[in-house]
C-alpha cells in the first residue's frame, strides 16, 4: 500500500511539473474577458448561470485546445516539415465545429495567416482582434444565433515557443504576449 502511495505521489509530481509547463505557455484561464452589451429580449435574454456555464465551457475547452497545441508542437514538430500543430488545430476545430453545437475556429491576427481562411470572417472576430491586439485579455459578446442565446467569445493565441517561429518566420518579431492569432468560439447557453 506505502509503494502505491509513493508512486503516487511521483505521478503527482510529474503531472505539476509539466502542467506548470503548460500553465506558462497558454492564457489563464481565471483572466476576465472584455464584454460587449448583450442582445435579445427578455424572453431570449440567457440568465446569468447559464452565461457563467457557458463561459466556463470556453476556459475549459480553450486550456485543453492551447495545451494541446503546445503540447503537439513540442514532442512531434522538430522541422519545417513536419505537420504544424496550428495545421492540426484547425483540422481538430473543424471536426468539432460539425458534430455539434459548439463552435471553434483558429484565425490570424497578425495579417499574413497561413491559410487563407483562417482570418477573422464577421464583425464579432475582427472587433475582438482589434481588442486583443490593443491588450483585451479576451473578447465575449452574447447574441441570439436561430432563436437562441450564444456565448460568441475570441481568445488570444501568443508566440510561447521557438519551435513556432520555424513554420511562421514572420512571429519572430511578435512582442512577448502578443496575439499572432486567436480561437474563435460559439457555445450554446443553456
Given at each position: ?18 502542467g506548470?509547463?503548460l500553465v506558462?505557455?497558454v492564457?489563464s ?11 435579445g429580449t ?8 447559464a452565461?457563467?456555464?457557458s ?5 475549459m ?18 522541422d ?10 484547425v483540422?481538430?476545430?473543424k471536426?468539432?465545429?460539425?458534430a ?10 497578425t ?6 481562411a ?23 459578446e452574447?447574441?441570439t ?7 460568441r ?13 520555424m ?10 504576449g ?12 443553456e
Amino acid at each position: 500500500m506505502k509503494r502505491l502511495a509513493h508512486v503516487g505521489s511521483l505521478t503527482r509530481i510529474g503531472v505539476a511539473k509539466i502542467g506548470a509547463m503548460l500553465v506558462v505557455c497558454v492564457w489563464s484561464v481565471g483572466t476576465p474577458m472584455a464584454v460587449s452589451a448583450q442582445e435579445g429580449t427578455a424572453e431570449t435574454k440567457p440568465r446569468k448561470k447559464a452565461v457563467e456555464r457557458s463561459r466556463e465551457t470556453v476556459k475549459m475547452l480553450d486550456n485543453i485546445f492551447k495545451q494541446t497545441i503546445v503540447l503537439v508542437t513540442d514532442k512531434y514538430v522538430h522541422d519545417e516539415d513536419d505537420f504544424a500543430a496550428g495545421s492540426a488545430a484547425v483540422l481538430l476545430f473543424k471536426n468539432i465545429s460539425e458534430a455539434g453545437e459548439n463552435k471553434v475556429r483558429l484565425i490570424d491576427a497578425t495579417g499574413d495567416p497561413y491559410e487563407a481562411a483562417n482570418v477573422a470572417k464577421d464583425d464579432f472576430e475582427k472587433k475582438g482582434i482589434k481588442k486583443l491586439k490593443a491588450g483585451a485579455p479576451g473578447y465575449e459578446e452574447i447574441v441570439t444565433q436561430d432563436g437562441k442565446p450564444v456565448l460568441r467569445a475570441l481568445t488570444p493565441v501568443p508566440v510561447v515557443m521557438q519551435k513556432c517561429v520555424m513554420c511562421h518566420a514572420h512571429y519572430a518579431d511578435a512582442k512577448e504576449g502578443e496575439p499572432i492569432g486567436a480561437i474563435s468560439y460559439t457555445v450554446p447557453i443553456e
